[in-house]
Nanobody, 116 residues
C-alpha cells in the first residue's frame, strides 16, 4: 500500500512562495505518476500539475508559469514549487500517486493559505 506523505503547506503572504513535497511512505515504492490537485472550500477538486517517471510534466493552463513540478529520483520525492502566490491559490493541496499497477493513492492533503 503506497501511503502518501505530504509536506510544505502553511500560511504565506500574497506574492510569496511555498514548496510542497510528496513521497510514498515507503521510499522504495515505485511510482509511475504523481499528480497534485487542490480543493478550495466549496469548490470542486482541481488539477494542478503532474509528472511521470520519465520526468514529463503537465500543468493546469491557469497555473503554468507560477507553479513548477519536479522530482528527485534519489529521494523518490516530487516537489511542487509555487511562486507569486495569490489569495485564490488558498486551498487544500492533495497529492495523488499512481503505481505501475495503476493503483492510485491519495494523501490527506496539506493546507495552503495565502493571506496578508
Amino acid at each position: 500500500q503506497a501511503q502518501v506523505v505530504e509536506f510544505g503547506g502553511g500560511l504565506v503572504q500574497p506574492g510569496g512562495s511555498l514548496r510542497l513535497s510528496c513521497a510514498p511512505s515507503v521510499s522504495s515504492t515505485p511510482i509511475r505518476l504523481t499528480r497534485w490537485y487542490r480543493q478550495a472550500s466549496g469548490d470542486q477538486r482541481e488539477f494542478v500539475a503532474a509528472i511521470n517517471d520519465a520526468g514529463i510534466t503537465a500543468y493546469s493552463d491557469s497555473l503554468k508559469g507560477r507553479f513548477t513540478i519536479s522530482r528527485d529520483n534519489d529521494k523518490n520525492t516530487v516537489y511542487l514549487q509555487m511562486s507569486n502566490l495569490k489569495s485564490e491559490d488558498t486551498a487544500i493541496y492533495l497529492c495523488n500517486l499512481v503505481r505501475p499497477t495503476g493503483s492510485q493513492h491519495w494523501g490527506q492533503g496539506t493546507q495552503v493559505t495565502v493571506a496578508s
